[in-house]
């Protein structure tokens, strides 16, 4: 019996570890190709301003920073009572990659929410574009 449960503890530890690892190891935010998008839609939930942004060289910056941005995923992750920028890029494929930037840290990429490691999520410069529209 007692070597039931020593098992159990080693599995039950080694998940818990695993599941460390997986949350606090900082991953890529992005891995988008900036010549394959046709352009980039942002929508501020605060001012209620829509951005269509085309022009290559902003397309370039703004992927640029998202792919060299590293972040970690939440354990916990704080409730959130809406969002400051959803953006939504759209693939030459027909395919779009969403997610959404809620402060200069903070973004949620589907269900999972991410705490920025290092680079830049463009917050400062989607804010600026954002109140100069609206």
């Known amino acids: 019996m007692k070597k039931g449960f020593k098992i159990v503890g080693i599995i039950v530890l080694v998940f818990i570890i695993g599941v460390l690892v997986w ?5 890529r935010f992005c891995n988008i ?3 394959q998008v046709e352009k980039i ?3 501020d939930g605060s001012r209620g ?8 060289e902003e397309i370039a910056y703004l992927v640029d920073n ?3 941005a590293s972040a970690s995923k939440r354990i916990i992750p704080l409730p959130a009572g809406g969002f400051k920028f959803h953006v939504t890029v759209y693939l030459e ?14 973004a949620k990429r589907e269900i999972i929410y991410y705490k920025r490691a290092k680079g830049n999520l463009c917050y400062e410069y989607l804010d600026e574009l954002a109140e100069k529209a609206g």
């Open 23 to 27: 949350c606090l190891v900082p991953t």
């Open 33 to 35: 190709d900036a010549q």
């Open 66 to 68: 998202w792919n060299q």
């Open 49 to 56: 301003v829509e951005l269509e942004i085309s022009d290559s």
């Open 93 to 106: 494929s027909g395919k779009t990659e969403e997610f959404t930037i809620n402060t200069e840290d903070d």
């Open 41 to 43: 839609e942002v929508f």
